[in-house]
């Protein structure tokens, strides 16, 4: 059974920084896609970031240039590097992960694995 696990959420002003992890364990496919998605109260979950077994990463416009998404193989742990946050960055943040590339990547129901989530909270 896969098992991704979410950390490093927390409450910051706007402006600031956060890197979120997901450890992943036995998730031993040599083709995949993982992802990030958060979902603010009120509102559907969204794909924020992906990354394939290629190393090619995908995001969403709202966060091009701010957050990054990356990877450390040897740790089996997926990173998101956010900066410049905004209030609108404020929700729970999920890993995902399924096992083939990168195509369609926002789409939620195309991911077999989910963490429980982190919760980010970005005040004004």
């Known amino acids: 059974q896969v098992q991704l696990v979410e950390s490093g959420g927390g409450s910051v002003q706007a402006g600031g920084s956060l890197r979120l992890s997901c450890a992943a364990s036995?998730?031993?496919?040599?083709?995949?896609?993982m992802a990030w998605f958060r979902q603010a109260p009120g509102k559907e979950r969204e794909g924020v970031a992906a990354?394939?077994?290629?190393?090619?990463?995908r995001y969403a416009d709202s966060v091009k240039g701010r957050f990054t998404i990356s990877q450390d193989n040897a740790k089996n742990t997926l990173y998101l590097q956010m900066n410049s946050l905004k209030p609108e960055d404020t929700g729970m943040y999920y890993c995902?992960?399924?096992?083939?590339?990168?195509?369609?990547?926002?789409?939620?129901?195309?991911?077999?694995?989910w963490g429980q989530g982190t919760q980010v909270t970005v005040s004004s």
């Open positions: 990354i394939d077994s290629a190393g090619n990463t």
């Open positions: 036995r998730y031993t496919y040599s083709n995949y896609c």
């Open positions: 995902a992960a399924r096992p083939y590339g990168g195509i369609e990547w926002w789409l939620l129901l195309h991911y077999n694995y």
